[in-house]
């Protein structure tokens, strides 16, 4: 089962950062790349545990839709989404957040098992594991941009 780390230090205080990481609508602004977006469950604002949200987007060129629920949630300092419905076998993505002198380290750990067994590993090696991690990081560089300029 890949895992992925990123760790992303932010110009902003903790709980900024925290309710940014969990808004719907700031989600697709960071993801606009794969034009996503919120299509079931809870469709715009913040995300509280408990709550379910169903997004669309297009990987691989592919629409997709992907149900995640928040399992856990501690604020302002961690929460972890669960996927209930999509394309992976599982995952859990974990969102942590400590305030530093001067800002914020935001770690984004993200779990997944990739769907038919070796087929699945095998793409996890040639491409899956690089364009997840690729995404979160990208995702994380976004969300510092929104925070630090004070949106």
Request: charged share 30%; aromatic share 10%.
């Amino acid at each position: 089962m890949p895992i992925i780390n990123h760790k992303q230090f932010i110009h902003a205080p903790v709980d900024v950062c925290f309710d940014l990481a969990r808004n719907v609508d700031i989600h697709t602004e960071t993801t606009a790349g794969t034009n996503e977006k919120a299509v079931g469950g809870v469709t715009e604002g913040l995300l509280e545990k408990g709550d379910t949200v169903t997004w669309e987007a297009t990987h691989f060129g592919i629409r997709q839709r992907l149900t995640a629920k928040i399992i856990h949630m501690e604020k302002p300092t961690v929460f972890v989404d669960s996927m209930v419905k999509g394309a992976f076998r599982s995952f859990t993505h974990t969102h942590r957040f400590k305030e530093e002198e001067g800002g914020t380290i935001m770690t984004d750990t993200f779990e997944y098992k990739s769907p038919y067994g070796p087929l699945g590993i095998l793409a996890d090696k040639l491409f899956l594991e690089k364009y997840m991690t690729d995404f979160i990081v990208s995702r994380a560089k976004e969300l510092k941009r929104i925070a630090e300029d004070g949106k």
